[in-house]
């Protein structure tokens, strides 16, 4: 006869242990609940403080707004700058620019990465030029973009695209490489062709890399058009910032900043989410790193 006690300690009938339980597993696929709405929380909460601080600097400390404008001053600017039938060309420029820069690292800086990582002897070879390129401030660039391309968009084009080409390079070549010698020779000797080999094994291994290097690239385009826009430029919120700035106009200088930082976290955004629904199998989008 089976007693309480023998089935609260789900023992089998044929002396074997019971399956182990993985203490470490968690809801979610690896993640709890409580982490996956964390940035839902944590994200409002930190706006409502730099809000409350930034008021208590303005009104309290005394801070004058010709330094640091209202936050209420800020939004009032904001709405100006909607107001303002110019802007939407302005913002149209800037994510133009933006997005032609960084399809163009994406596909120079994969092909580039794929070539470095899979020819040794190559990387060696031009590892000085690229680790030279590499640590010349990219903002000296913009006066010779400029005698080169006038004030047109594709100085600020290229300048975005320079930015963004490294880290999706260097992630790339790293991609390449860290695929196992020893599972190319699996996929050799079961007789997979080279596309079989790329298709099942190569791009899989690669593409979180890929995704890694774009999610830095898209913010590095962003910086590197409103730099050239900033520097050289007669249209985009880089020259918004400029024009807010010899005007003295603090409040719309900040308004300008602040729809910096949103249209760079909506680029951002998109991009993850592509990284979510080409690679949903992999960690980083499983547990949310």
């Known amino acids: 006869m089976t007693t309480s006690l023998d089935r609260d300690t789900d023992t089998r009938t044929d002396g074997a242990p019971p399956p182990p339980v993985d203490a ?57 700058l909607f107001a303002d039938p110019e802007i939407g060309s302005h913002i149209g420029v800037t994510l133009f620019e933006v997005l032609a820069g960084f399809g163009i690292a994406l596909v120079v800086g994969v092909a ?4 470095l990582g899979r020819i040794a002897w190559l990387q060696r070879a031009v590892q000085p030029a690229l680790v030279a390129l ?8 913009v006066p010779i973009f400029v005698i080169w391309f006038g004030f047109g968009p594709t100085s600020k084009i290229i300048m975005a695209a320079l930015l963004a080409f490294f880290p999706i390079m260097l992630n790339v070549m790293l991609g390449v490489r860290s695929v196992d010698r020893g599972h190319r020779d699996v996929m050799r000797g079961l007789g997979a062709s080279k596309w079989a080999t790329f298709r099942d094994m190569e791009l899989p291994t690669t593409l979180p890399y890929v995704f890694a290097g774009a999610e830095v690239a898209i913010v590095f385009s962003v910086i590197g058009a409103i730099v050239g826009e900033y520097l050289g430029g007669s249209q985009g919120l880089g020259y918004l910032v400029v024009s807010s700035l010899n005007a003295l106009d603090a409040p719309r200088l900040f308004a300008v900043i602040v729809l910096l930082a949103v249209l760079g976290s909506l680029l951002y955004v998109a991009v993850t989410t592509v990284k979510k629904v080409v690679i949903p199998w992999h960690d980083s989008v499983r547990t949310g790193v």
Do not use: H, N, Y
């Open 112 to 115: 580039v990465g794929a070539t």
């Open 134 to 141: 590499q640590v010349v401030p990219k903002v000296a660039f």
């Open 24 to 80: 470490d597993a968690t809801p979610a696929e690896g993640e709890s609940p409580w982490m996956r709405r964390l940035p839902w929380v944590s994200g409002p909460l930190m706006l409502v403080a730099l809000l409350g601080i930034w008021q208590f600097a303005v009104s309290v400390v005394g801070v004058s707004e010709f330094i640091l404008p209202a936050p209420a001053a800020v939004v009032g600017a904001l709405g100006d």
